[in-house]
């Protein structure tokens, strides 16, 4: 059973649009959320996180939007550029970001020139 | 400042062999988790490490083990390889203090 769905296994966007990547879970016990992004032969990198506390959570281009009551997160990346493509894999933990974190299956996002 | 370093960064073995990973966190960190990532699959989580003790633990069989050595560095081993071990193997440190986990490079295990 998986408690973190990343529904779209790809995304293509233009550079300088939006890129929204979502994630939904099923465990209400989760409290801490996390997006990491994977380049190939890279190991995932640390993006943005969102305790449960809070609906939004902003970093330069990036933004995560949390919906307890949907149980759904997405990420928010504008403008996105070429750079940006990758595997972003949301993550989720019911032990703050120490804990064990339950991964998505990753969804792939190309930004084209 | 080094992050996370993990060796070998590839790895063939045969069926039934054990096999030795390892993992050195980054600087400041003391909690060490290991993840295993198939193909296609996001991280699944192995189990992690604090205070050279086994904190949590994922479904993984016995045959997963591992250490962590007093300068925190950890190792994974894995017993009576299987092919379906073949995987992306991630370790992760972090320091305890709700700051997120930082992830080495892994070790792509190929099993034959």
């Known amino acids: 059973d998986q408690q973190v769905k990343q529904n779209s296994p790809s995304l293509s966007v233009q550079e300088g649009r939006i890129s929204i990547l979502n994630c939904d879970y099923t465990n209400s016990m989760f409290d801490y959320f996390l997006w990491y992004k994977k380049y190939p032969a890279e190991g995932p990198t640390f993006l943005i996180s969102i305790s449960s506390i809070k609906d939004k959570n902003e970093d330069g281009r990036f933004t995560v939007f949390l919906n307890k009551s949907a149980k759904h997160l997405s990420l928010h990346i504008v403008p996105s550029q070429p750079g940006d493509s990758a595997v972003y894999f949301c993550?989720?933990?019911?032990?703050?970001?120490?804990?064990?974190?339950?991964f998505g299956k990753g969804t792939k996002l190309s930004v084209k020139p | 400042d080094a992050g996370v370093t993990q060796s070998p960064t590839h790895l063939i073995k045969t069926r039934g062999q054990q096999v030795t990973l390892r993992c050195s966190p980054k600087s400041g960190h003391d909690t060490v988790s290991w993840y295993q990532q198939a193909l296609g699959q996001g991280p699944q989580f192995i189990f992690q490490y604090y205070e050279e003790e086994e904190r949590q633990r994922g479904n993984f069989p016995d045959r997963f083990s591992g250490h962590q050595f007093p300068n925190y560095s950890s190792e994974l081993n894995v017993n009576a390889l299987l092919l379906g071990d073949s995987a992306l193997y991630l370790c992760?440190?972090?320091?305890?203090?709700?700051?997120?986990?930082?992830f080495g490079q892994g070790t792509r295990l190929t099993v034959v």
């Open positions: 992760a440190s972090g320091d305890g203090m709700n700051t997120e986990a930082f």
């Open positions: 993550a989720a933990s019911d032990g703050g970001s120490q804990g064990n974190l339950i």
